[in-house]
């Protein structure tokens, strides 16, 4: 089975389950308010490594799959230069979460969407920091496009990370913020570009869960959320 038939097998499952995608406490240092959150989408693009022939099948995870990701600009308001899947506020005009997550992340990337497939959504995310109700958009890149910074005051770097890089237990941590009195512990990876944490590293290990792609790690390995 490839990579991209697990994916869209995975997904499927989720249509018929009301099980949260991440635990909803025990992270987060607020509470959402679902009368003033605004909805948001992500988009979470698997691809093969390099940029294989028109027509080449897709190849089995993890080893030749790879996940597009942005860091956010250090100056902004909310989360800045923490790692992130592109994406952004669903806008009015967009006809659906999956329409948002491929038009923000043309904007932040200038990657083609036509070149993307989408497999369907995850279950909602609530992240009360930015009071956002987040819906992932699995996707899968059938014709690879450059990729960049298109507005550095966004997106300080977009970078591909290999899948094999984020399983890889060696560079699996446990990252830790303590604030006020609450201690704050999420799943964290060590790439070459970037610490991954939080909210990201949360949705990561629940699709690697998922997938039944994760290997075993030792969460008690802790360090500092790099803030």
Known sequence: MTARDELVRWVESLQVTTTSLVRADGWQFATLDPAKSRRAAV????????DPPPGTPSRPAPDDVDLLFVMRASSLAHHPGQVAFPGGTIDAEDTDEGAAALREAREETGVDSDGIEILG?????????SN?????????WTEQSPVHAVDTAESELVFRCPVSTLLDPSRRRTAVVRRNGFVSRTPAFLTPDAVIWGFTAMLLDAIFDGLGWTRPWD?????????
Do not use: D, K
């Open 43 to 50: 988009l979470i693009l698997f691809g093969t490594r390099g």
């Open 121 to 129: 959504t995850l279950p909602e995310v609530g992240l009360p920091v």
């Open 132 to 140: 956002f109700l987040v819906t992932p958009v699995l996707a899968w």
């Open 219 to 227: 969460r008690s390995q802790e360090i500092p959320a790099p803030l």
